[in-house]
């Protein structure tokens, strides 16, 4: 056990679909419920359609947001025409997490296959909060949170997290 304690977090979640509403969205809720189970707080969640923009706003949004230290998004990051969250929020990453899309899909594999490759997961930071974007599904959600995000929003991790970085990401 770390002598460290929980570093609680303001954490946005984006919900990017064509067709769910707040009552069909499991992707959502699995990641509210989740990261409200590590003690940190929902600051927002919304849904919005699969359109570049309307993504790209509400995400830049919570980055100007001085109140947002992370955002989750879900959906929109397959390989099909509609398809647009990491065009829409690429262009925002002051920095991009490479690792993270990587480790993804490496763990993805073991649990889908081949299938894993197409998924273009991609976390980075915009002023200064972290950004993970991920598939819609539940079960890539709750991958991706239980085996990646949660330990590294947790400042208790050692050997080290990204929440200790927080106080130097805007820096110059």
């Not at 409200?36 to 100007?64: F, M, N, P, T």
Request: hydrophobic content about 40%.
């Amino acid at each position: 056990m770390s002598d460290r304690e929980l570093k609680p977090l303001n954490i946005a979640v984006l919900v990017v679909s064509d067709s769910r509403t707040e009552k069909t969205d499991k992707s959502g809720k699995l990641l509210t419920q989740r990261l409200e189970a590590a003690g940190h707080k929902l600051h927002e969640k919304s849904i919005v359609a699969d359109e570049i923009y309307q993504i790209r706003s509400a995400v830049a949004g919570w980055c100007a947001d001085a109140n947002v230290d992370a955002i989750l998004t879900t959906g929109g990051t397959g390989v099909t025409g509609r398809d647009g969250t990491p065009e829409a929020v690429s262009v925002l990453f002051d920095k991009e997490i490479e690792g993270f899309g990587e480790l993804f899909r490496f763990l993805s594999y073991e649990e889908i296959g081949t299938s894993s490759l197409q998924s273009r997961a991609l976390a980075g930071v915009a002023g200064g909060a972290y950004i993970f974007c991920l598939p819609g599904s539940a079960g890539a959600c709750a991958t991706a949170w239980d085996k990646i995000i949660s330990q590294q929003l947790d400042y208790r991790t050692r050997p080290c997290n990204l929440v200790e970085l927080m106080p130097r990401l805007n820096e110059t």
